[in-house]
């Protein structure tokens, strides 16, 4: 099922008509973390807040809906945005980094695995990865699978 088939079965189902939505996948792992958050393990994701400034792409906002698609863009489920916030790399929680869901979900997991990511996204934009950088937190529930 594609995005757009899965936005208007839940639509439907919702009697939702004003309502628009974002259809994209997790830039690492995207089948993986997909399925973390179709389950309910996955409640949160984080993104290097220098890609915001660098592209002028507004934050993402409570309430929001988005399509969560695979690697082979198939929509896998539909969340909404339940809180989003700004800190710094160096103080994320632990509260965060379990929600993410991800390996063991250790707050020393998250920083390894989003330092190599977060490195490897902002250099190919020419930016430097350091401890101090801002990071986008989002919390999100899943409506619809």
Same mark, same amino acid.
């Given at each position: 099922?594609?995005?757009?088939?899965?936005?208007?079965a839940?639509?439907?189902?919702n009697n939702?008509t004003e309502?628009?939505y974002?259809?994209?996948?997790?830039?690492a792992q995207?089948?993986?973390l997909?399925e973390?958050?179709?389950?309910g393990?996955? @409640?949160?994701?984080?993104?290097?807040? +220098?890609?915001y /400034?660098l592209?002028g792409?507004?934050l993402? &906002?409570e %309430? #929001?809906?988005?399509?969560?698609l695979?690697?082979?863009e198939?929509a896998?489920?539909i969340?909404? @945005?339940?809180?989003?916030?700004?800190? +710094?790399?160096? /103080?994320?929680?632990?509260?965060?980094?379990f &929600?993410? %869901? #991800?390996?063991?979900?250790?707050l020393?997991?998250?920083?390894?695995v989003?330092?190599?990511?977060?490195?490897?996204?902002?250099?190919?934009?020419?930016?430097?990865?350091?401890e101090q950088?801002k990071?986008?937190c989002?919390?999100?529930?899943?409506?619809?699978?």
């Amino acid at each position: 099922m594609n995005a757009e088939n899965m936005w208007e079965a839940f639509a439907k189902k919702n009697n939702l008509t004003e309502q628009t939505y974002e259809a994209w996948a997790f830039g690492a792992q995207a089948d993986e973390l997909a399925e973390l958050v179709r389950r309910g393990e996955k @409640t949160a994701t984080a993104s290097a807040y +220098p890609l915001y /400034e660098l592209g002028g792409d507004p934050l993402p &906002k409570e %309430g #929001e809906y988005s399509v969560i698609l695979n690697s082979r863009e198939e929509a896998v489920c539909i969340i909404r @945005t339940t809180k989003v916030y700004v800190a +710094p790399f160096c /103080e994320i929680t632990e509260i965060h980094a379990f &929600k993410e %869901g #991800e390996g063991d979900k250790s707050l020393s997991y998250w920083r390894k695995v989003h330092e190599e990511f977060f490195k490897n996204a902002l250099e190919r934009k020419g930016l430097n990865f350091d401890e101090q950088m801002k990071v986008v937190c989002e919390e999100f529930e899943v409506l619809y699978a």
